[in-house]
């Protein structure tokens, strides 16, 4: 079982930044890949980014490549999402996620392969 709560949601104007955390507990941290998405007002769930187990490797989603940038601190069971260049169109609630062990890279940006969510942070983009 693996506990996921995220911080750091709120209010930005257009072209600001933001900087989310998530916190793990539960489960062995290191073992699992994390990824964040996000649901914007009456849409569906989307991917935003993944981070590889060892912090080496990431992938995103086509509409934040270039602004925004997920990492990992291992030794503290938590990942980030730093939003730079925030545009209205990315307010939305973002949700903090883990697969399963044996979850293959190549699948991870499928909500459908993760297990464990936070309860998502609100992020709003307006002048």
């Known amino acids: 079982q693996v506990q996921l709560v995220e911080s750091g949601g709120g209010l930005v104007q257009p072209g600001g930044s933001l900087s989310l955390s998530c916190a793990a507990s539960?489960?062995?941290?290191?073992?699992?890949?994390m990824g964040w998405f996000r649901q914007p007002p009456g849409k569906e769930r989307e991917f935003v980014a993944a981070?590889?187990?060892?912090?080496?490797?990431?992938t995103y989603g086509d509409s934040v490549k270039g602004r925004f940038t997920i990492s990992r601190d291992n030794a503290k069971n938590t990942v980030y999402l730093q939003m730079n260049s925030l545009k209205p169109e990315d307010t939305a609630v973002y949700y903090c996620?883990?697969?399963?062990?044996?979850?293959?890279?190549?699948?991870?940006?499928?909500?459908?392969?993760?297990?464990?969510w936070g309860q998502g942070t609100t992020v709003t983009v307006s002048s």
């Open positions: 996620a883990a697969p399963g062990d044996f979850t293959p890279w190549s699948r991870a940006s499928s909500p459908d392969e993760y297990m464990y």
């Open positions: 539960g489960r062995f941290f290191s073992s699992l890949i």
């Open positions: 981070v590889s187990k060892n912090n080496l490797t990431t």
